[in-house]
């Protein structure tokens, strides 16, 4: 069996004293394992704790208790941090933090250079890395006169050229309208796809999740619920006792049900609804 590439082991995280006595504890016992090149989609309400789990990945935040191994790295081993984040790469949910430099390449490049990468390899994965993003024409723009998604697509391109296994991505399109989210969320699947990228994808957006290898709900720092995507929406009472939403098509799959149409559960997508009300002979 493959090993995994992400590995929480009994992880719980406390952020410290809020009264004399009292912790706020974010994660409760942990146990969490993602395999190269999956597409991993966690979900949850604010203050669940998916962000406070993204930390971890790559030595943002250090369990209070247990274990994060990273390709058999501890994450609190300080001699090893900067190892680790040369493996997982963080996407944040502003773009405009992430970029530091006067163009859009310049922008890409900043992180081979802080590795000590040689100059024309960085030209090399400079140009490769924004043609996986498909912003190879902008290379000479600045950064702060592009749309938000485009931003947001700059960002990825600086984390892939830096050559991570994985990229987390926390809440990349929170900021973003509707075109920006669908431009991010089309390169974060390509690169998933066609680089192999394992990627971690924490939303609080439902149809973000439906081409997910595997969705984990998080609720109070735990997890509540993990599975297919088919598998998770099929909960949809579960999921509303958890403040969350399922996606359109899921939710008028249930009301029909209840109507006494014969839809499965878990339907997720238009295409699977419209086959079951409409089968071919």
């Known amino acids: 069996m493959a090993k995994p590439l992400i590995r929480f082991t009994d992880v719980s995280f406390q952020y410290g004293r809020i009264h004399p006595g009292e912790t706020s504890a974010a994660l409760h016992n942990i146990n969490l394992e993602v395999y190269e090149h999956e597409f991993v989609a966690v979900l949850g309400h604010n203050g669940s704790g998916k962000s406070t789990l993204a930390k971890h990945v790559n030595a943002l935040l250090i ?10 790295l501890d994450t609190s081993d300080q001699d090893k941090v900067w190892e680790i984040r040369q493996q997982v790469g963080m996407v944040f949910q502003n773009p405009d933090n992430q970029l530091v ?3 859009v390449e310049e922008d890409v490049a900043f992180g081979p250079e802080n590795l000590g990468i040689p100059s024309l390899e960085i030209q090399k994965r400079v140009t ?6 498909d912003m190879l024409d902008y290379r000479l723009h600045s950064p702060h006169q592009l749309s938000g998604g485009q931003k947001q697509r700059v960002a990825i391109a600086g984390m892939i050229s830096m050559r991570p296994k994985c990229i987390v991505l926390d809440e990349p399109t929170a ?3 509707p075109e920006g989210r669908r431009e991010v969320m089309s390169t974060i699947h390509r690169l998933n796809k066609e680089e192999g990228i394992t990627v971690l994808h924490i939303t609080h957006h439902m149809d973000e999740v439906i081409a997910a290898d595997r969705v984990i709900v998080m609720d109070q720092g735990r997890i509540a619920l993990q599975g297919t995507p088919r598998e998770v929406f099929s909960n949809v009472d579960l999921l509303r006792e958890l403040h969350l939403d399922v996606p359109q098509v899921t939710d008028l799959a249930q009301r029909l049900r209840l109507k006494g149409y014969p839809i499965q559960e878990g339907t997720l997508t238009v295409s699977e609804m419209v086959m079951q009300l409409c089968p071919s002979d």
């Not at 490769?128 to 993003?133: M, R």
């Open 63 to 72: 369990p209070t208790s247990g274990q994060v191994m990273v390709s058999d």
């Open 175 to 177: 900021m973003l309208d």
């Open 101 to 103: 430099a006067t163009t």
């Open 128 to 133: 490769e890395a924004l043609q996986a993003v």
